[in-house]
């Protein structure tokens, strides 16, 4: 594969994976209807309710919690993988220093695509947990700004106008934190980084594994490498769904648009679809690790060149 083709592979790849794990903003299909009566503090409902609202306030605390922790456990899990990897292969051990021959050597193996595919495929997992903790998380807030705060707040209005919102309202607010999508996004961007460099990372060591064989995988290997493969893109595509389903109280709007509102499982499947065309860009390594094996000759095709 020449250069420029490899490098407009990559760009593909990466112009496909930013909207795939953006975290588009989601509203409530249903709010409250503000009859500008305010709920006396001292009713026995404002007290079902300020106690359903420090409930929400502890869980909110405890999944962000959570999502640091789901995030210190990626870098360390793949850490160790790498670390292991490392240690048992000749990289460390043929010498002191790290030369070009030895980086070679570890590129064009078939272990290097298959570790980073295992990685990729643990952070993928790890990522939907992220991803869920920050959807309950935006659905209690939801639940804050559109049923309780009107009831302590009915005359809460545009506060570009002298209004005044409570803080889950102002959040929720068009251009608030939860209704930004390029604030959102830059903001839960840096929970999926390390992914897309493993992504990135696994189509290039697989491109690399398969030009340096030429062809001539032994079969086993080439078991191998396809289900790896298979198995990170499938997985790609079930954290596109999952990380873009909400329950049918909620729906996603698209860049912010409400023309662009989208429930599930429709939001699901159009992100879903996104992931898909991962496969389409990668259809030629997909078609070569499907080659059965040629017999070893002088000879080589044009797409094995490299």
């Given at each position: 594969m020449k250069t420029s083709s490899y490098w407009l592979k990559i760009l593909l790849c990466l112009l496909v994976l930013i909207p795939v794990f953006s975290a588009p903003p989601f509203v409530a299909t249903t709010v409250y209807e503000n009859d500008s009566t305010k709920l006396a503090t001292d009713s026995p409902k404002a007290a079902f309710l300020l106690a359903q609202f420090a409930k929400a306030n502890a869980e909110i605390q405890m999944r962000t919690e959570r999502q640091d922790n789901w995030f210190y456990l990626k870098f360390i899990i793949v850490g160790a993988l790498f670390f292991a990897f490392l240690t048992h292969t000749s990289f460390l051990k043929t010498s002191d220093r790290v030369t070009i021959e030895s980086i070679e050597q570890l590129t064009e193996s078939?272990?290097?695509?298959?570790i980073l595919a295992v990685s990729c495929v643990l952070s993928l997992i790890i990522d939907v947990h992220l991803r869920t903790e920050s959807l309950i998380i935006g659905q209690l807030g939801a639940w804050i700004a559109n049923y309780l705060e009107p009831l302590f707040l009915p005359t809460h209005e545009?506060?570009?106008?002298?209004?005044?919102?409570?803080?889950?309202?102002?959040?929720?607010?068009?251009?608030?934190?939860?209704?930004?999508?390029f604030y959102q996004f830059t903001q839960?961007?840096?929970?999926?980084?390390?992914?897309?460099?493993?992504?990135?990372?696994f189509v290039g060591a697989l491109d690399a594994h398969l030009r340096s064989a030429k062809g001539r995988l032994p079969p086993n290997?080439?078991?191998?490498?396809?289900?790896?493969?298979?198995?990170v893109h499938v997985s790609a595509i079930a954290f596109a769904w999952a990380a873009?389903?909400?329950?049918?109280?909620?729906?996603?709007e698209i860049l912010n648009l409400e023309s662009l509102s989208l429930k599930s499982p429709a939001a699901g499947g159009l992100y879903a679809a996104m992931a898909s065309l991962l496969l389409v860009i990668n259809w030629r390594t997909l078609a070569r690790l499907r080659q059965p094996a040629r017999e070893s000759s002088g000879d080589e095709s044009i797409s094995d060149r490299p």
């Open positions: 078939p272990a290097t695509p298959s545009d506060p570009t106008v002298g209004g005044f919102l409570g803080w889950e309202s102002l959040l929720q607010a068009h251009g608030g934190f939860h209704a930004d999508p839960s961007g840096h929970y999926h980084a390390l992914t897309v460099l493993l992504y990135i990372a290997v080439r078991g191998l490498l396809l289900a790896c493969f298979l198995v873009h389903t909400l329950p049918a109280a909620f729906r996603f």
